[in-house]
């Protein structure tokens, strides 16, 4: 994302007026990068402040954990962090969790059904960015924020 220039602040000219209005007040840019190794503890932070400028819980939140190219098992203890936190989590490669059915099912499905977040795991890059845009755009509708 940061070779886009999603994460510059005058990327925010590239946006729908809603974000852009929302980027120029807080002097961000559209795409907020951490580096190159997830860290969450940032991430939960940021988030905490957006919820509470918007007066919700942080599982509300139109926003979405990506870790595209992981490169240690520390972001997959990350990924389980955001998805007690309520977030979608996207990760790739494939993390080692595969070989039992039981963790899939649980960190791909039922903790959503319990109102936590869930990992998506998916390699090919469009249908990821579309993975992000239907979540947050199902966020964004369930805060009135369309």
């Known amino acids: 994302m940061e070779y886009t ?3 510059n602040p005058k990327a925010a000219d590239e946006c729908g ?7 120029k007040q807080l002097g961000i840019p559209p795409v907020l990068s951490y580096g190159a190794c ?21 599982n509300k939140l139109p926003l979405v954990i990506g870790a595209p ?13 955001a998805v007690a ?10 993390p080692s969790i595969t ?7 649980t960190l791909t499905e039922t903790t959503e059904s319990l109102g936590l977040g869930k990992v ?6 469009e249908k990821t960015i579309q993975i992000y845009v239907d ?10 924020l369309n």
């Open 5 to 7: 220039g999603l994460t």
């Open 99 to 105: 070989g039992s059915d039981v963790v899939v099912k």
């Open 135 to 144: 979540h947050i755009e199902k966020k964004r509708k369930e805060l009135g």
């Open 120 to 125: 998506v795991v998916e390699l090919d890059a």
């Open 85 to 94: 936190l309520g977030w979608l989590v996207h990760v790739a490669p494939v």
């Open 17 to 23: 007026e809603g974000l852009k209005a929302v980027c």
């Open 38 to 58: 997830v860290d969450i503890g940032k991430m939960t932070h940021t988030a905490k402040e957006l919820a509470d400028a918007l007066g919700v819980d942080t």
């Open 69 to 81: 190219e992981y490169l240690e098992q520390k972001a997959v203890a990350d990924a389980c962090t």
